[in-house]
């Protein structure tokens, strides 16, 4: 059945190690996209923040120290809520039996929806501490979060995770692994969809390509929630397409459910992925149109007020 593939680059789980007497201590390539990400982001607010002309009359909703200390909240709220998210809605059970091992993030185990729901916690607290417009914050964060996504979803392909289903694309790839090559129905060597590589183009670059457009060019931030908006509603679609060549965890891989539903009715279904990005894109949509009517009242307003 195999055609064509590409053999998996073998680059390492690590970008350099360093051993000293006993202790070892290794960049991993996914802490590595978590920095370069957070930093990448971090510079963009700043951009974004020292532009008057990008807000409306109101201005930025921090300055430059602010969105220093919301770093602090961001980094918090992703690991605790990437971690709990994973607990809760991939493997709870085992977790409730093992407890202890919920602490062994160095083990993996990471979940996006979980900490984008920490860094809306985190960004909420913040923004009530320091009575800053939250819809303008969360602006903010969703214009600096794609970078992170993109480096992220790279680090999961580098660290043989996450891949995708079966295939006979000619893109497809041979990962490496005996739980990568246990393809149900193949014979051979089994091939897969790089999906990792899928969401860092959607997910990452295409999105945070868009995002940058409407905030520089099409003055979105001057609606507080309309960019947050389309980060929410283009994640969700981008995720749930995805879902779509992504291999699905393996506790919903069960005998009936080969393709692995979370909810599902006979054989039509939603992956658990598809499950938690449907809230977000209709949040979005509704966070969009919000904005817009917000905007055209006040158009109104002035308009009014003018004549």
């Known amino acids: 059945m195999l055609t064509a593939a590409i053999p998996f680059p073998d680059i390492g789980h690590a970008l350099f190690s360093i051993e000293i007497g006993s202790f070892t201590f290794a960049l991993r390539w996914y802490a590595l996209a978590y920095i370069v990400g957070l930093l990448i982001g971090w510079r963009l607010c700043v951009m974004a923040v020292s532009r008057p002309a990008l807000w409306s009359g109101a201005g930025a909703p921090l300055d430059r120290c602010q969105i220093e200390d919301l770093l602090t909240w961001i980094v918090l709220g992703i690991i605790l809520g990437g971690r709990l998210g994973f607990v809760l809605f991939y493997q709870p059970e085992y977790y409730l039996a093992n407890p202890l091992e919920i602490l062994k993030i160095w083990q993996g185990g990471m979940s996006f929806h979980g900490g984008f729901l920490g860094v809306v916690t985190a960004g909420l607290i913040f923004s009530l501490r320091r009575k800053a417009p939250m819809l303008s914050v969360a602006d903010l964060l969703g214009l600096a979060t794609p970078p992170g996504l993109f480096l992220g979803r790279l ?153």
């Open 155 to 307: 680090a999961n392909f580098i660290n043989n995770e996450l891949w995708g289903r079966p295939t006979d694309v000619p893109w497809a790839v041979v990962f490496p692994g005996d739980a990568a090559q246990d393809c149900l129905g193949v014979v051979s060597i089994c091939a897969r969809h790089p999906s990792q590589i899928y969401e860092a183009l959607l997910e990452g670059l295409l999105l945070g390509t868009v995002l940058t457009y409407l905030a520089w060019r099409r003055g979105w931030l001057r609606m507080p929630g309309a960019l947050t908006g389309a980060f929410l509603v283009g994640y969700g679609a981008a995720r749930s397409f995805v879902e779509l060549f992504r291999q699905p965890d393996a506790q919903f891989v069960v005998p009936g459910n080969p393709v692995g539903h979370a909810i599902h009715f006979g054989d039509w279904g939603l992956t658990m992925g598809q499950v938690l990005s449907a809230p977000m894109i209709l949040i979005g949509l509704a966070l969009i149109l919000h904005a817009f009517r917000q905007s055209r009242t006040a158009t109104k307003q002035d308009a009014s007020f003018v004549g």
